[in-house]
């Protein structure tokens, strides 16, 4: 079992719609989960980070934390074509300062 | 100013050789990384330095060997390249040794391609 999972995609959504976009980790130890963005070519950017259970919003942005089920996601709200990337997901373990990458969701908002 | 500076941003080398990859951070960072993404774009931890002290040294091969000279620099050298290494290499950064404050900043990445 991997230990951050995604599905790969690609998420089709059209302009205006929510995204929804979803991760799974194996280590229940997990702490802090984070979501980058990384246009094709570029380096990743991070938009969102969460520690407890629950919702964090940040504009347009929602993540969502399910430690029980060990489950984090990332609403995009409002979809905007510029919004087309690849979404990875990373959760940090323990004290290290290790991040570890999902293989990330790669997003279309089509017109 | 860019926060975390890679050089070079490409290179293309021959099997066999050897090729350094440096990165500079402005941030004030305690913590730097080397991450390796292959062309499916999962990243991968290869190492990680705090204040010019190696904390994570994950199954690289020893070809790789990474050098901090200050907690501001980390250059990432390569011996006798070899196919499978072209990839992107992106360096990072983060406060403390918790990525957990705010994550990393990466740095541009150098596309690495070995031929």
């Known amino acids: 079992q991997k230990e951050v999972e995604q599905n790969s995609g690609p998420l089709s959504v059209p302009e205006g719609a929510i995204a929804s976009l979803n991760c799974t980790y194996s280590?229940?130890?997990?702490?802090?989960f984070f979501w980058y963005r990384q246009y094709s070519g570029k380096s990743p950017e991070l938009i969102m980070f969460i520690y407890s259970n629950g919702d964090k919003e940040d504009g347009r942005f929602t993540a969502q934390l399910n430690k029980a089920s060990q489950y984090v996601s990332l609403l995009i709200r409002d979809s905007q074509p510029s919004d087309s990337a690849t979404y990875l997901c990373?959760?940090?373990?323990?004290?290290?300062?290790?991040?570890?990458f999902g293989t990330g969701t790669r997003l279309q908002v089509t017109l | 100013d860019t926060a975390v500076s890679q050089t070079p941003k490409y290179l293309v080398t021959q099997m066999g050789n050897d090729k350094s990859i440096k990165c500079e951070q402005n941030l004030g960072h305690d913590t730097m990384y080397w991450y390796k993404q292959d062309s499916k774009k999962f990243l991968k931890i290869m190492f990680s330095?705090?204040?010019?002290?190696?904390?994570i040294n994950e199954t690289v091969p020893n070809r790789f060997s990474p050098k901090s000279p200050d907690k501001a620099h980390l250059n990432l050298h390569i011996n006798s390249l070899e196919l499978g290494d072209s990839a992107v290499y992106f360096c990072a950064s983060s406060r403390g040794s918790g990525a957990g404050r705010g994550g990393y900043t990466f740095g541009s990445g150098t596309r690495l391609t070995v031929v």
């Open positions: 280590d229940r130890g997990s702490q802090s």
């Open positions: 330095y705090n204040n010019k002290e190696l904390i």
């Open positions: 990373a959760v940090r373990t323990g004290t290290a300062s290790k991040l570890t």
